[in-house]
Structures are given as C-alpha cells and as structure tokens.
C-alpha cells in the first residue's frame, strides 16, 4: 500500500474524541434555547415544553426502531409506565417524581425486556413483532382502565403545591422553570442517545439492525443485546411519560398507554430521520407545533378555508400529509437527507 | 497432535431433504481443508452447522477437544471458531473501518484498540483506502475482503470460509490466495468451499468431496483430482468450466 494513499485516508482512530461534533452541537443548542422562555408569551412556551416532550418521545423510539431496528409500534407503554409510576408515588406516598422518574425507567425498562424476550422467544420479526408491541400496550391501556387501584379511567391529577418546587417538579403556570426543567431532561436523553451511537452496544444494535446473523457469527450476543437497547429506550420513553404528567398535571390511561402516543413516537424520529441523533429533535420542532396551528386555522379560517370553521381533525390530516411529503420525498426524513447530502460530497 | 476439529458423523435434514448425511473428518491444527462439490451438495449446510448456525440433525462437531455441537455461533466466533457467508453480508450501513471494529469489539476488544486493529487489518487485507466508505457500496471484490477482514478481527483459530473467491475475476483471485497463504502461516486453520479448483491445488493440504450431502473422496489433493468418481460428479464439467460461478 502506498504512503499517499494511506495519508489520504482521514484517519479514523483520531476522530474519537469525547467532544466529538454531536457533542459541540450539543452545548451551542442547549445554550441557544436556554433564554427561550424568557422571550416567549406563556402560550407560545407550552408549545415549547410540548416540543421537549416529543423530543424525548422520539428519541426513545429511535433508540429500540431506529438504531436497534426493531420496530415498536407499543411505545405508549413506556410513556405510559414512567407517567403513571410516579403518579402513583407521588399521589399516594407523596414521593418526589425525581424517585418515581426512576422507578418508572426501571418498570418500563423491565417491562421492556419481558416483553421483549416473550417475542423473541417466540421468534418474531418486523411487522409481527410491531403487532406484539402494541397489542402488549394495549393490554396495559386496558389492564389500568379497568383497574380501581389505579383510578381506572378517570387516572391522576398531580396535587398541587403553593409556589415552586424543583423537588416536586411542580411550578406556577407560566414559569420559565417548566421550560427548563424539560430542556436539562432532554439534555440527558440527548446525550445519552450521543453516548449510546457510539458505544459499543450502539455499534452492536446497528450491526444487529443490519444482519442479524451476520452479528451472531461475529460473535454478538444478539439477544442480549437486543433487550439492553430496548431497556435504554424504555427508560427514556418514560422519562418523556413523568415530565408530560408534572407538565399538564393529568394523566389517564388513555393520554398515557393510547395508541396516538404509539403513533407518535413513531412520527416524530421518521420526518426527522429515523436512527440518527438528531432527526427526532428536527421531527418535534415540525410535529409539536401542529396542533396550535391547526387549532388556530380552525377557530380562525383564512377566507378559502371558511369551510374549515368549527371542524375538527384538521391535525391529523396535516399529519398524513406530511408524512407522505417527508416518505416520498425525503425517506430518510430530514435530518438524515441533510446528513446523506453533506456526507456524500 | 489432536485435531482442532473434529467432525462426526454429521447430519442435516430439511423435512424430507437430506442436505448433509454422516459425514466425518479431522483438521489438524495449522492445516488447510479444501471442500469442494457440486451446487447443492451441503457445503455450506456443513459449514452452517459446525459454526453453530442451526444444530445438526445427528452427529457432534469438537473443537479444541471440547464437544461444541450446541453452542451458538456467536460462542464459537468469540471461542475462534469464525465463519464467512457465502453471499456476503456486510453491515450495510456502516463503513468499512466500523464493520471490522466491531467484530473486533465483539471478540472483547475496548473502543479505542477496536479501532485500531480494525485499521491494521484493513491494511493487511488491502482495503484501507476504503476504510471510511460506507461498506454496502463496495464492489465485490472488496466484499469478499471484507467478510475476510471481519473474521480475522475475531484473531480466529479456525476460519470457516465459504466461497472466497466466487465472484472474482481471475485477476483479483490470486492476492486473496496469497492472504490466504499468510492467514495460514499465522497458523490458522483453513477450511474453505470453494469451486476455483486453482486455489484448491495450490491451498490445500487435504479435500474433502462432498455428493449429495455424503462424503464422496477425501485425500490429498492429487488424490482427489485423479479420483474416477469425483471426475465423474464434480470435476468433469469443472475442470472444462473453471470460471463457471
Ligand atoms: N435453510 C435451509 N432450508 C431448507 N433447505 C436448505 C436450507 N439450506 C440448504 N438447503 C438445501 O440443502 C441442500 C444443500 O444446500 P447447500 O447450500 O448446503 O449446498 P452447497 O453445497 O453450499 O451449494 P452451492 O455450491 O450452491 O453453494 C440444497 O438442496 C439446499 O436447497
Ligand atoms: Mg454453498
């Protein structure tokens, strides 16, 4: 082999470092946002807070569906887990949501992990295995609805306090403190996806993704570590779960183990750009939004939409079609389009 | 010397189809076995069943003395014992250089030293200009090297390699032959399918000849080519067809 050639050729082993370009990326975010809530009206800031909780939906999503490949169509359940587990705590023991947030990561990360093994067991692959998913979060919308000991439908409302508390994740509406409780939340998931990608169990999950007998006769163990990503990304979904309850101060079990939260998940990663580290953060910027915005057109048609007045369901048209915009023109939603573009010079 | 591996009696059936029917033998450590035989024969059925692909229907399969009929291949790849894929399977998305390095991690390596024998082996298997590419646009040929690459990251005892060279023009066979060559003088233990019946010559010290999933001759090289019934199964067509594949 030539010496040129092999100068040629950016050495890789000095790309490794800790604040690698993710991580720069990262800070100069984080520190562009921070400000944010002192700029926004209060409702323009719910819209923000509604964006930090898609994020950290969407990452989770990404973590098991987008790296790890396995396709989960039941990502309520672990929302839905870390919403009502420190509800539960907090409600009943007065536990701070801090403890139940961890709690509620260890019950969606072990919940994970059964039903996980249950499907491998019994060898299912893509679209069966996204059945099993959401048919085992239903099971769970169904098994709390119908359960007193858990409120059943009617769910939980989050006692309320006098003034701030970090401890109690609880703050006057319109405080700037939400904002940026959610932001330090979706720091951590975001690094810990930054960590993730490029850990060894990342670079195992996405070689799984790609060949999964490949990766066994490589010496992978494959199972394993199928269940330890998808007991990362159960984590993370219910982070997302306990931070939407200390927000909106509600939750049951329809909001939590529903299967729009499913769809979701799934929509956000997707128009952002599914496996990569910042698509779902790109998808809830665009997704989150949606919502006021087609709430305001409907209260408030523009002239050659009066027919719109009073509808409903706006949203989810608006969903559709941006989903098929972003599957035609942009499969690799995004952010991964953008990378695609940028990387192939 | 004891064998590093040892094969008995080994079967395979799929339903009613037997695809491997008893058959046995014994690599010596450092040797190199060719196994050659017609499509369909149940080359890489044997192969899939000693790298603990799927369990053989009867039989064992010994490594290192050790009886290793059930392991997994994921054991037995981290054990040394590695086999590559017929059609090559690369990690599509991943470069090159990643593809290595985490068949390097896999064996037990930490990030950084993953890294850096993936780069190593890059080099030696003449695919480091590539290293930074994305591995599902690599020709061929490069395929084939790399499959190579990602089992040598697993510092194998016994590489399991199955049809190396289909695929390649004549050309860019003989560099992999001489890798081949030097794998083995780092004694490793070869066993390898493979239909170029020019690399068969020139690599083995014995061939196995598979016919119908059964053993059909098993000797020398010289042997073997001169046997009637291989000729008559195998060679014929093959030796005027070299390229055939
Ligand atoms: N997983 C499987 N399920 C069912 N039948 C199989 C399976 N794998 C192989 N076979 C059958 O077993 C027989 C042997 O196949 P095998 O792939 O081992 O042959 P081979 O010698 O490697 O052939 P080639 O030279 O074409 O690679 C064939 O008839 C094949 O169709
Ligand atoms: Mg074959």
């Known amino acids: 082999m030539s010496e040129t050639l092999i100068q040629t050729v950016p050495s890789p082993l000095h790309k490794k470092k800790f604040f690698d370009g993710n991580m720069v990326a990262l800070v100069i975010i984080v520190a562009a946002v921070v400000p944010l809530p002192l700029l926004l009206e209060s409702g323009q800031e719910s819209v923000a807070i509604r964006i930090l909780i898609f994020a950290m939906l969407g990452l989770s999503w990404n973590i098991m569906s987008g790296f790890g490949g396995m396709f989960s169509f039941g990502h309520a359940a672990y929302f839905g887990l870390g919403a009502y587990s420190s509800s539960i705590l907090l409600v009943n023991f007065g536990i701070s949501p801090w403890i139940g947030m961890v709690v509620g990561m260890a019950v969606a990360a072990i919940y994970g992990v059964i039903v996980g093994w249950l499907c491998f067991r019994y060898k299912l692959k893509g679209t069966y295995f996204a059945l099993a998913t959401f048919a085992f979060a239903e099971m769970l919308r169904i098994i709390v609805q119908s359960s007193q000991a858990v409120n059943a439908a009617v769910g939980y409302n989050v006692p309320l306090i006098k003034g701030s508390s970090w401890w109690l994740m609880q703050f006057p509406a319109g405080s700037p403190n939400y904002f940026w409780l959610g932001l330090i939340l979706l720091t951590g998931c975001l690094l810990a996806t930054i960590m993730f990608a490029r850990s060894k169990t990342g670079q195992f999950a996405v070689a799984i993704r790609e060949d999964e007998e490949a990766a066994s006769s490589i010496g992978i163990p494959v199972l394993r570590y199928k269940l330890k990503v998808i007991a990362i990304s159960a984590s993370i979904g219910a982070v997302a779960g306990v931070f939407y309850t200390q927000f909106y101060l509600f939750i049951d079990p329809e909001l939590a183990f529903g299967a729009y939260r499913s769809i979701e998940a799934i929509l956000i990663p997707v128009v952002g750009g599914v496996g990569t580290i910042w698509g779902p953060l790109v998808g809830s910027v665009l997704l989150a939004p949606l919502n006021d915005i087609t709430a305001a057109i409907l209260r408030n048609p523009p002239p050659f939409l009066d027919f719109l007045q009073g509808q409903s369901g706006l949203d989810v048209m608006l969903y559709a079609v941006l989903i098929i915009l972003v599957i035609l023109f942009l499969p690799k939603g995004i952010f991964g389009s953008i990378k695609d573009k940028v990387t192939r010079k | ?245």
Not at chain 2, 105 to 129: F, S
Not at chain 2, 177 to 203: C, K, P, W, Y
Request: proline share 5%.
């Open chain 2, 1 to 245: 010397m004891s064998p590093i591996v040892s094969v008995e009696h080994l079967g395979k059936s799929f339903g009613g189809l037997r695809a491997v029917h008893n058959v046995s033998f014994n690599v010596e450590p450092g040797e190199v076995l060719g196994i050659i035989g017609p499509n369909g024969a149940g080359k890489t059925t044997l192969f899939n069943c000693m790298a603990g692909m799927f369990p053989p229907s009867t039989g064992t399969v010994h490594y290192q003395s050790e009886n290793v009929t059930s392991w997994s291949d994921a054991k037995l790849a981290r054990a040394g014992m590695v086999r590559t894929f017929q059609l090559m399977r690369p990690f599509g998305s991943m470069t090159v250089l990643e593809n290595v390095a985490v068949a390097a991690a896999a064996r037990g390596a930490k990030e950084r030293d993953a890294m850096a024998q993936a780069w190593e082996i890059l080099q030696r298997v003449g695919l480091d200009h590539y290293a930074t590419r994305t591995s599902k646009d690599l020709p061929t040929a490069g395929l084939k090297r790399l499959e190579l690459a990602r089992a040598m990251a697993l510092h194998p005892k016994v590489l399991l390699l199955d049809e190396v060279l289909a695929g390649l023009v004549p050309t860019e066979r003989q560099p992999v032959i001489d890798l081949l060559l030097s794998i083995r003088d780092n004694g490793v233990t070869l066993l390898f399918v493979e239909h170029v019946m020019q690399a068969v010559m020139a690599l083995s010290d014995r061939v196995l000849v598979l016919n119908h999933g059964e053993t059909l001759a098993y000797g020398t090289p010289s042997e073997v080519v001169a046997n009637p019934e291989v000729i008559e199964a195998y060679l014929g067509d093959e030796v005027t067809n070299v390229d055939s594949k």
